[in-house]
Every structure is written in structure tokens, then in C-alpha cells.
């Protein structure tokens, strides 16, 4: 079964500073990695994904992610933060041809400070 | 394009009342989607269609029902509301080429159960 599982429900940065945002997956077969933002009460949006294509992919907004099949990771970086960054981030997993079901980490909500 | 839309933007119900959450897309994608944003939890799925007329269970399906009579719209049914369904709900749409679909969503509907 897949299962997504995202290290620190928040993460304060300062301005400027390196974003991290970490993301082990579980997955019995290649999987379909997401990453989504979702700004104060709006929905959700696709920031990037990985499909099996290049392992280090690039997103909006200057941030970008790894995936490392070695450790089951697919975190999010992004070298300085900036106070639009606030909000939360979601990573997903999707089993590569096992359907479209996606699962959903529990989030990470990030702070940036001025 | 207006996207994903979703009515209402809140609601109160009383235990035991009845309510139908409204949800279009006019992107013309044949994939649809109702999810459970709990807080610390992610987003759980309801219920999903992948086209007019066929539906199917997700991973929380009690207490809910959904109908798919046309493209664009999934409509989601609280049938006797309950106190453990007070959540936000989002609606997400996708053009469903396959596991790596990029999904689009509305901007929720925060539901209170009292």
C-alpha cells in the first residue's frame, strides 16, 4: 500500500533562508510523486511532480525536488524564502499504473519570518 | 475559465440535517473528485468519477453520496449531517490521462456540523 509521510508538521524559516521540506514516500511499485501549496483558504496547486523523467525536478515559484529512490524521499527545497512562500505544502503519491488514486501526506505548514 | 468552482463557501447544519455540495469544472476533464481536509490529517478521498455516469468509493465514503449526470458537474450529498463530518471539503477535477494527472482544485466549502 502506498503511504506518504512528510517529517514536521511546521518549519519556520527567515527570509532569504533555505527552504527544506521533507518527504518519504512508500510505494510497492514506481510511484508518481506530487508536491502541492495551499495558500489561506484557497484550494490546492500543483507546485511540481515527478514522472519518472529526470530525478531532480523544478516547479514554480524557484522551488524544485529530488527524488531518491535509494531513500524513498522526494523533499522540497528552495535556496531563499521569501514571505510569499508562507502556507501549506502537500506531498502526494500515485502508484505508476495502478490507477489514479492519490494519496496525500499530512501536510507541512511553513512560516516565514521577516 | 473559471476553473473548479464550488458552492457554498461555508455552511452550518444541524445534526441529523441534509445538504448537497455543489462542484463544476468547465475544463472538460473526465476526472472528478470530493476530498476531507481534517486538520494534521491531509485530504482523504470521498468519493470519485471518472466520467458521466460511473462513480466509485474512496477511502471515506460513509455518510456521503455523489451523482456524476453530466461532465461537468459532481455534486457531493450529506445525508442526517453528523459531528464527525464537520471538515472543509474540496473538490478536484482532472483530465485523467493517467496516474500523473495534475489535479485542479476548488476553493473548498468549510462545513460545521453542530
Known amino acids: 500500500a502506498q503511504s506518504v509521510t512528510q517529517l514536521g508538521s511546521h518549519v519556520s524559516v527567515s527570509e532569504g533562508a533555505l527552504v527544506l521540506l521533507r518527504c518519504n514516500y512508500s510505494s510497492s511499485v514506481p510511484p508518481y510523486l506530487f508536491w502541492y501549496v495551499q495558500y489561506p483558504n484557497q484550494g490546492l496547486q500543483l507546485l511540481l511532480k515527478y514522472t519518472s523523467a529526470a530525478t531532480l525536478v523544478k516547479g514554480i515559484n524557484g522551488f524544485e525536488a529530488e527524488f531518491k529512490k535509494s531513500e524513498t524521499s522526494f523533499h522540497l527545497t528552495k535556496p531563499s524564502a521569501h514571505m510569499s512562500d508562507a502556507a501549506e505544502y502537500f506531498c502526494?503519491?500515485?502508484?505508476?499504473?495502478?490507477?489514479?488514486?492519490?494519496?496525500f501526506g499530512a501536510g507541512t505548514r511553513l512560516f516565514v519570518k521577516a | 475559465n473559471a476553473g473548479v468552482t464550488q458552492t457554498p463557501k461555508f455552511r452550518i447544519l444541524k445534526i441529523g440535517q441534509s445538504m448537497t455540495l455543489q462542484c463544476a469544472q468547465d475544463m472538460n476533464h473526465n476526472y472528478m473528485y470530493w476530498y476531507r481536509q481534517d486538520p494534521g490529517m491531509g485530504l482523504k478521498l470521498i468519493y470519485y468519477?471518472?466520467?458521466?455516469?460511473?462513480?466509485d468509493k474512496g477511502e471515506v465514503p460513509n455518510g456521503y453520496n455523489v451523482s456524476r449526470s453530466t461532465t461537468e458537474d459532481f455534486p457531493l450529498r450529506l445525508e442526517l449531517a453528523a459531528p464527525s463530518q464537520t471538515s472543509v471539503y474540496f473538490c478536484a477535477s482532472s483530465y485523467g490521462t493517467g496516474d500523473a494527472d495534475t489535479q485542479y482544485f476548488g476553493p473548498g466549502t468549510r462545513l460545521t456540523v453542530l
Open positions: 468519477s471518472v466520467g458521466a455516469g460511473i462513480t
Open positions: 502526494a503519491v500515485s502508484d505508476q499504473g495502478g490507477g489514479f488514486k492519490t494519496i
